[in-house]
């Protein structure tokens, strides 16, 4: 369908029910977040994976829930991690593969990976177009930077 000016259908019901079906994954992502940099008891590693996977929940949203489910009970049962350095990591993700180990055996921690978290879309918007402006990663500089700033200061960088 050719769309011409203003003449925008709304939104359709499934639009809105699948909204809500991975707002609730998007929910424990969130979880996950918290547990990485507030918990201290999910590693950078671990974040950077599932958050990196929320970018199409590795093309199942149901399996993807259930690994994080999973993931989220495990993790909920560990002692709390110690690091002298707090870390955040920016822009694309890593392509090395050992890097977070070989921060975690410097004796930093990765407590934030801010285009990962970015795919996550963790804003708990109601209106999906709002969910999407507030996507910073495709957008300028401004918002990014905005959203680093306060990242540093819940997560004590």
């Given at each position: ?40 008891v999910v590693s950078g590693f ?42 955040g990591y920016l822009g694309v ?19 934030f990976n801010e285009i990962q ?41």
């Amino acid at each position: 369908r050719v769309i011409k000016g203003n003449d925008l259908d709304p939104p359709s019901a499934d639009i809105h029910e699948t909204k809500r079906r991975l707002d609730k994954i998007r929910k424990k992502l969130v979880e996950l977040d918290r547990l990485t940099f507030h918990d201290n008891v999910v590693s950078g590693f671990e974040n950077h994976l599932f958050l990196l996977s929320s970018s199409d929940f590795k093309s199942d949203p149901e399996l993807f829930e259930k690994e994080l489910d999973e993931f989220l009970q495990k993790a909920g049962t560990r002692r709390p991690k110690v690091e002298k350095v707090r870390l955040g990591y920016l822009g694309v993700p890593p392509i090395f593969s050992d890097l977070f180990d070989r921060v975690e055996s410097l004796g930093g921690r990765v407590v934030f990976n801010e285009i990962q978290r970015q795919f996550s879309m963790p804003y708990g918007c109601e209106d999906l177009t709002e969910q999407y402006l507030k996507y910073t990663y495709p957008y300028d500089m401004q918002g990014r930077i905005e959203d680093i700033k306060r990242a540093v200061e819940e997560r004590r960088l």
